[in-house]
């Protein structure tokens, strides 16, 4: 199982990224998938899940209304369109899944919202 993280970087508030999770070595079209974040000093933090199909979603209060996690089955990819960002939105952002009961994370990709 891996998963490859890519598309963070130095944003200014108000700005928008899009995050991109590669994922392979499981049927990838099975699994729900979820977006983490840490920011320094804190905790990891649920940010976002998608159903198996993509037609359910469920995000956490924090960025509910400025984020969209969406998935491409075809491609096994998971995304994360991030608007409005705020400088508490500056982590290292985590893809996620549990497969085979065992909890699987990404490299992380760092989000960093300043002026």
């Known amino acids: 199982v891996q998963l490859v993280e890519s598309g963070g970087g130095l944003v200014q508030p108000g700005g928008s990224l899009r995050l991109s999770c590669a994922v392979s070595?499981?049927?990838?079209?099975?699994?729900?998938m979820s977006w983490y974040r840490q920011a320094p000093g804190k905790g990891r933090e649920w940010v976002a899940t998608?159903?198996?199909?993509?037609?359910?979603?469920n995000y956490a209060d924090s960025v509910k209304g400025r984020f969209t996690i969406s998935r491409d089955n075809g491609k096994s990819m998971v995304y994360l369109q991030m608007n409005s960002l705020k400088p508490e939105d500056t982590a290292v952002y985590y893809c996620?899944?549990?497969?085979?009961?065992?909890?699987?994370w990404g490299q992380g990709t760092q989000v960093t919202v300043s002026s």
């Open positions: 996620n899944v549990v497969v085979y009961q065992v909890t699987r």
């Open positions: 070595g499981f049927t990838f079209r099975n699994y729900a």
């Open positions: 998608i159903a198996v199909t993509g037609g359910g979603t």
